[in-house]
């Protein structure tokens, strides 16, 4: 017994030893990759609201994020001008007016703007004439500590498009049609030049879209296909919140999702924000980027 034994313990020192021997020939495991983080909001801040109202709402969202989209600002430019100079923000709200109400905001501490541009989708009913002309506007940034270059693609889609995900046989829903088709294509463009975020009020409940699966609405043309594409916050992470315009999720925040062996940029987690003057509850997403 006591002959077996010795076997026995030096069989299973040889095997560690082995173990051993065979580890250390093994490559080690990659460190986890080094990140930089940054949040993305989005609000539609109602154009009806006093001049002091407006203020709260554009100071409680960006206090919380780095990148921002809004809405319906188009007649407040002047002031957002004044505003992004006093206090460390690019600003990209070009003209016309229409097109200057879905406007992009920058922390200039965290961005350089490399590029910009203001891409008209259709005016549905003629100038002057509501709804407003639409407009998709996009700014590539490059992220200062990491030197990637990011996109942020900003858009309104035309309201009253859609009823329960159903589409409402309207002049306005063919434009909205129009829009989300031009964002895809855009996007598709974009990210071969860098990550792509794509912001906005689109006018289409999430939930309701995707249970109805309108081919031409943002769930069967941005997140309904293999990736990569768009993804939205909501479809990587559940709808959070009662909604953002009353029970409807209606204003995304989205990233191009790539293969995840090509993926540099992930989205982490949002927010609902809450407490605006404006009749939408703001959306803040959080980003991490490759370093």
């Given at each position: 017994?006591?002959?077996?034994g010795r076997w026995l ?157 159903r589409p409402e046989d ?56 293999d990736l990569p594409n ?62």
């Open positions: 017994m006591r002959r077996a313990a030096r069989g299973a020192g040889a095997l560690v030893g082995s173990v051993v021997l065979v580890a250390g020939l093994l490559p080690a495991p990659p460190a986890a990759a080094a990140n930089a983080t940054f949040r993305v909001a989005t609000l539609n801040i109602l154009y009806e609201l006093t001049q002091a109202q407006f203020v709260e709402d554009l100071q409680l969202i960006t206090s919380k994020a780095d990148l921002v989209g809004l809405n319906e600002v188009g007649g407040r430019k002047a002031y957002l001008q004044d505003w992004a100079a006093a206090n460390g923000w690019w600003l990209y709200a070009p003209e016309p007016t229409q097109a200057a109400g879905e406007a992009l905001l920058a922390r200039k501490s965290m961005f350089d703007v490399l590029d910009k541009d203001s891409v008209f989708v259709c005016d549905t009913n003629g100038p002057g004439e509501a709804p407003p002309a639409r407009y998709d506007n996009w700014v590539r940034y490059r992220h200062k500590q990491s030197g990637r270059s990011v996109f942020h693609i900003n858009a309104h889609a035309n309201a009253s498009i859609e009823e329960n995900g309207l002049p306005r829903t063919r434009c909205a049609e129009k829009q989300f088709q031009d964002l895809k294509n855009l996007a598709a463009v974009k990210k071969d030049q860098g990550q792509v975020i794509v912001s906005g009020d689109l006018n289409v409940d999430f939930s309701a879209d995707r249970a109805y699966g309108y081919e031409k609405f943002p769930w069967k043309v941005f997140e309904a296909n768009l993804r939205s916050c909501y479809n990587l992470l559940g709808e959070k919140g009662n909604g953002t315009h009353g029970n409807r999720h209606i204003d995304y925040i989205y990233f191009w999702k790539r293969l995840e062996e090509y993926r540099e940029m992930w989205l982490n987690d949002y927010d609902i924000v809450g407490g605006t003057n404006s009749d939408h509850n703001g959306v803040v997403a959080h980003f991490s980027i490759a370093l």
